[in-house]
């Protein structure tokens, strides 16, 4: 496949998703990140200072905690946006609240998507009643 970074052809394996002078470079980028953050006094820095010290674009930071190479639990403040609300959350895509009324939006259109099929299931039935009531020889 494509690198998603650089573009080159590469073979993608289970550990890697760029190809080899990319996954390099981002080798480097998260010694980067990872020298920064380890230091006590850097342990509280929000994403934002992460990023203005290291460089290292918010994006790949977040790659990194996504592949557990970041673990949040030694870095409080560190966190990333919500991909609804921008909220700032730790784990998954959608922080609990988006999630929650994701859920609950789905279910209401499961209701609806059911409510559709019953009224076209009772059309079907009301029209074929039509049809039989409607016999030429009737
Ligand atoms: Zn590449
Ligand atoms: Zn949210």
Redo the contacts with the bound molecule.
Sequence with gaps: MN?P????L?IQTTFRD??D??YKEEEKLFELVYQYIRKRENRTAAMQQVIEATGVEEELIIKFIRNGRLKLAQFPNLGYKCERCGGMIREGRLCVSCSTSLKSELQLFKDEERRKQEIQERDKRLTYHVKENSHPNK
């Design positions: 690198c970074r650089c573009d080159s590469f760029v190809c002078s990319c």
